[in-house]
Nanobody, 114 residues
Framework: QVQLVESGGGLVQPGGSLRLSCAAS????????MGWYRQAPGKQRDLVAT???????NYADSVKGRFTISRNNAKNTVYLQMNSLKPEDTAVYYC????????WGQGTQVTVSS
């Protein structure tokens, strides 16, 4: 059973930064793609950023230039560095891993507010 455990969420002021972490229970190289999604209240879950095993990245237009996805292979962990945060970034952020099926973490709340 694959487990993905997110951490690093919290309350931050507009313009601030947060780094989310997603620790996987097995080697992240066993997945084809890992990524981050977010879901605001009353809205669908949307893609934020993805990272393939080969190192290719993809970002939602709304976060390009502000968010960076990266990984630490030795720690089986994927990160999402979020800078210049805006109130509209407020959501529950979910870690995702894909290998024949989707695996999801439990989510971590990010609130951007003054």
């Amino acid at each position: 059973q694959v487990q993905l455990v997110e951490s690093g969420g919290g309350l931050v002021q507009p313009g601030g930064s947060l780094r989310l972490s997603c620790a996987a229970s097995r080697s992240i190289f066993s997945f084809d793609v890992m990524g981050w999604y977010r879901q605001a209240p009353g809205k669908q879950r949307d893609l934020v950023a993805t990272l393939t095993g080969g190192g290719s990245t993809n970002y939602a237009d709304s976060v390009k230039g502000r968010f960076t996805i990266s990984r630490n292979n030795a720690k089986n962990t994927v990160y999402l560095q979020m800078n210049s945060l805006k109130p509209e970034d407020t959501a529950v952020y979910y870690c995702n891993a894909q290998r024949q099926r989707d695996y999801w973490g439990q989510g971590t709340q990010v609130t951007v507010s003054s």
